[in-house]
Antibody, heavy 115, light 110 residues
Framework: QVQLVESGGGLVKPGGSLRLSCVASGFTFSDYIMNWIRQAPGKGLEWVSYIGSSGTTIYYSDSARGRFTISRDNTGNSLYLQLNSLRDEDTAVYYC????????WGQGTLVTVSS | QSVVTQPPSASGTPGQRVTISCSGSRSNIGGHTVNWYQQPPGTAPKLLINGDNPRPSGVPDRFSASKSGTSASLAISGLQSEDEADYYCVAWDDRLNAFVFGTGTKVTVL
């Protein structure tokens, strides 16, 4: 069965950095588009970034562009999101999500940005 | 402020039909597939409807979706208590080069 397991969240000060990871299993990771989607506490869903199956096609939301970097390791079945210059408003649960139509979601990892 | 809007809430009694709207523009809903997600409290979202494709395995046929112009809608017929959740629509936006989620609708079963 498809499994997506995120890690790397935690408490960080404004301006700090974190690297989120997502390990995939149960499918051929290198065949699929992957995304990061986040949800601030008590708020709606916000798409953050998309990476094509080979890693060459990448898109970012306006809020992520220039501060976040998505990448993947198809050999290790892993997806990453490097978060830099973090702001209070980046506090959210970050979900690793498969495919362009978001068919499978991980359970999420919580990032808290606070001084 | 999202470019795709949904009503904040909807409700019905068990067995009733509830409809949720999703309003956008030509650059998103008007030109692209709309997908729908269900998020029960405290859980990750789950794909409910993928455009015109068959419902994912395990999704009851009580859930159906449609699209007309720059608006889409999700209908839940025969409402059940387990349908209490937040519901979101999403579409790609050509102008933003980004996926845009709707603002979300909380469905309450009275």
């Amino acid at each position: 069965q498809v499994q997506l397991v995120e890690s790397g969240g935690g408490l960080v000060k404004p301006g700090g950095s974190l690297r989120l990871s997502c390990v995939a299993s149960g499918f051929t990771f290198s065949d699929y588009i992957m995304n990061w989607i986040r949800q601030a506490p008590g708020k709606g869903l916000e798409w953050v970034s998309y990476i094509g199956s080979s890693g060459t096609t990448i898109y970012y939301s306006d809020s992520a562009r220039g501060r976040f970097t998505i990448s993947r390791d198809n050999t290790g079945n892993s997806l990453y999101l490097q978060l830099n210059s973090l702001r209070d408003e980046d506090t959210a649960v970050y979900y690793c999500v498969r495919e362009g139509f978001f068919d499978y979601w991980g359970q999420g990892t919580l990032v808290t940005v606070s001084s | 402020q999202s470019v795709v809007t949904q009503p904040p809430s909807a409700s019905g009694t068990p067995g009733q039909r509830v409809t949720i709207s999703c309003s956008g523009s030509r650059s998103n809903i008007g030109g692209h597939t709309v997908n729908w997600y269900q998020q029960p409290p405290g859980t990750a979202p789950k794909l409910l409807i993928n455009g015109d494709n068959p419902r994912p395995s395990g999704v009851p046929d009580r859930f159906s979706a449609s699209k007309s112009g720059t608006s889409a809608s999700l209908a839940i017929s025969g409402l059940q208590s387990e349908d209490e959740a937040d519901y979101y629509c999403v579409a790609w936006d050509d102008r933003l080069n980004a996926f845009v989620f709707g603002t979300g609708t909380k469905v309450t079963v009275l």
